[in-house]
């Protein structure tokens, strides 16, 4: 089994050594940089599966920092690993990229489960045909284009790739989690407030057939819910 490539920021010397051996001994590959600055160009050096970062760092912040990497690499997860507990700091670590938010001090066993988590989401497929029935309707996802008898609704491309998401797990939930990580790339409360919006939107365009439902699962995600 491939080692899960890590790279990982931390300023605290001993902290990240503890964290690097911890993971390490894990059948983790990781990469520990102390700088911000060397950080930026480290990464673009070389192919990682997933970030570990700190916000506090010298010369380049973490949250400048996430940004660079996500323009760089759009798709690669984000984990901030940090002292600060303000509301405020763990929305502006969503909002510059950040996937996931860890308190210090932290448990290895809790990294793992997240890190874990996060490539899970990020990194699993949706697979499906160009042109699929759904109820009454066909949803041709390679021309964003849904279907009903004669009449054609052209759908944006996020409203495909929110459609397309639901349609590859048929009548099983979706947690909300994986579907702002496959339609927008990041979980932040923006994009979060953003899929309430966009899943009102598909449940109107499939209004035509009372017997296709998008149930909302509380706390959990959503259920497209296709008779068969």
């Not at 894990?26 to 599966?49: I, L, P, W």
């Not at 004669?150 to 797990?169: P, Q």
Request: proline content about 4%.
């Amino acid at each position: 089994m491939d080692k899960i490539r890590v790279f990982y920021v931390e300023d605290e010397p001993f902290l990240g050594q503890i964290v690097r051996e911890s993971l390490e001994s894990r059948n983790f590959c990781v990469e520990m940089v102390t700088d911000g600055r060397v950080a930026a160009d480290a990464f673009a050096k070389s192919e990682y599966d997933i970030v570990v970062l700190d916000i506090m760092l010298p010369h380049i912040d973490g949250l400048t920092l996430a940004r660079t990497i996500r323009a760089h690499a759009p798709q690669i997860p984000i984990i901030f690993v940090t002292a600060k507990v303000q509301t405020e700091d763990v929305v502006k670590g969503f909002e510059s990229g950040g996937n996931d938010y860890l308190r210090k001090p932290f448990s290895m066993e809790e990294l793992i489960v997240r890190i874990h988590n996060l490539l899970h989401l990020t990194q699993k497929p949706v697979t499906l045909q160009a042109a699929v029935t759904l109820g009454r309707f066909v949803f041709d996802k390679n021309r964003h284009e849904l279907r009903f008898g004669a009449a054609v609704r052209k759908l944006s491309h996020r409203e495909s790739k929110l459609l397309e998401t639901l349609a590859a797990k048929l009548n099983t939930q979706v947690e909300r989690k994986e579907i702002l990580l496959q339609v927008w790339g990041d979980d932040s409360f923006f994009n979060s407030r953003n899929l309430d919006v966009y899943i009102s939107r598909l449940r109107e365009y499939l209004r035509a057939d009372p017997d296709i439902q998008i149930i909302t699962l509380k706390g959990v995600g959503y259920q497209f819910v296709v008779p068969g």
